[in-house]
């Protein structure tokens, strides 16, 4: 029995899906958590027209931007010891596409991981921006880490020895 994301007419319609204008992505360069989010959108509601679709993917973005921002802000609170002002916002565009966002950064992503990495930026950002500090610092060498994907996975990267470390 194929999985879901095998069967012909998941592929066609996340391919029609692909080359919406408004929704417009590449099929090839969906992490494998952003794929299976859209197999669970069609399994459980078949081919979803793109204006139907833009509010599966709006809620998706809030959910996962929420959890993202949920874990990093706990993190850094925890690590600085002072509370950040930091939500997750949304912005109605003209079309009828809804922007979700943390701080100055917007989140396109589908996945968690992918969301984290973003969202860890954004927290980085107010954190430098407003309170004058490096989060998160690198224990050993004592310099900031950056956000990167590796392997699909979130975590941080430290440039001196290029060695990482996880998110929370
Ligand atoms: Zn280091």
Partial sequence: MPTTSERPHFAAWLADTARDPEIGFEVEELSAEARGWYASVFDSHGEVPPPYLVGFLLERRVSVATTALDLLRMAAERDLGYPLALEVWTEPQ??????????????????????????????????AGAHRAVWPTCAVHRLGLHPVLADGRAVWHCRTRGHQLPMP
């Fill in 94 to 127: 003209a079309s009828d596409e809804t922007w979700v966002g943390v701080h100055g950064d917007r989140v396109r992503a589908l996945g968690v991981q992918e969301a984290m990495a973003t969202v860890a930026s954004a927290v980085q950002d107010l954190v």
